[in-house]
């Protein structure tokens, strides 16, 4: 079983940066495909980014292109996501996910998902 647990998420003025994080436990990153998701209000969970379990390969929605840059340190078994230029389309719950499968990720079905942390982007 793997838990995860986020956190530094918070409220930015737009053109802002901000940095969440995603803490993993009952198994090493260097065996999971790990992502970030967001949930606006009213909308669908959709994927953001995601890193390989190597630490060799990302991927990003093309909205945060530019913009946001996923990282991890597997010696603390955490994931992070840093977001620069934020704008209030941002704004949403932000979430972490973790599978043995990055197909799994994209598809925003990972097996196993954080408890989020609130970004609120201010105009």
């Known amino acids: 079983q793997v838990q995860l647990v986020e956190s530094g998420g918070g409220l930015v003025q737009a053109g802002g940066s901000l940095r969440v994080s995603c803490v993993a436990s009952g198994r090493t990153l260097s065996r999971l495909e790990m992502g970030w998701f967001r949930q606006a209000p009213g909308k669908e969970r959709e994927f953001v980014a995601a890193?390989?379990?190597?630490?060799?390969?990302?991927y990003y929605t093309n909205s945060v292109k530019g913009r946001f840059t996923i990282s991890k340190d597997n010696a603390k078994n955490t994931v992070y996501l840093q977001m620069n230029s934020l704008k209030p389309e941002d704004t949403a719950v932000y979430y972490c996910g973790a599978d043995s499968s990055m197909l799994d990720v994209f598809r925003t079905q990972p097996d196993y998902w954080g408890q989020g942390t609130q970004v609120t982007v201010s105009s």
């Open positions: 890193i390989n379990r190597s630490g060799d390969n990302t």
